[in-house]
């Protein structure tokens, strides 16, 4: 990767966060902003997971958020979504043993 893409990268990953920040979200625990930054790079700045929405974050998600507790994405969700995540994280890794 070029210094100039992991500047921008560096960058989409923090508008990432501050996004969250800025609407009470979380990052799912099985996302990395910079990882996920670079998809976005990759796609020119549109959201990498659903065709048609040009930029990431799009202007969907907040809707996805209501209806699904997450974004399409799986990026960003709400404290209920993590809870219910952390839930079923937990039951699955004690059905292991």
């Not at 799912?28 to 020119?44: D, N, R, S, T, Y």
């Not at 997971?49 to 974050?57: I, M, S």
């Not at 960003?76 to 937990?90: H, M, S, T, V």
Request: net charge positive; aromatic share 8%; charged share 30%.
């Amino acid at each position: 990767m070029s210094q100039q893409a992991l500047l921008e990268s560096k960058t989409i990953a923090a508008d990432i966060v501050k996004f969250a920040q800025d609407n009470n979200l979380k990052i799912h625990p099985g996302q990395e902003p910079l990882k996920f930054a670079e998809l976005v790079l990759k796609k020119g700045g549109a959201c990498p997971c659903v065709p048609g929405r040009n930029h990431c974050p799009c202007e969907f998600v907040l809707e996805d958020i209501q209806e699904l507790g997450r974004c399409r994405c799986g990026l960003f969700c709400n404290d209920a979504y993590i809870e219910e995540y952390n839930r079923l994280l937990a039951e699955w890794k004690s059905r292991k043993r």
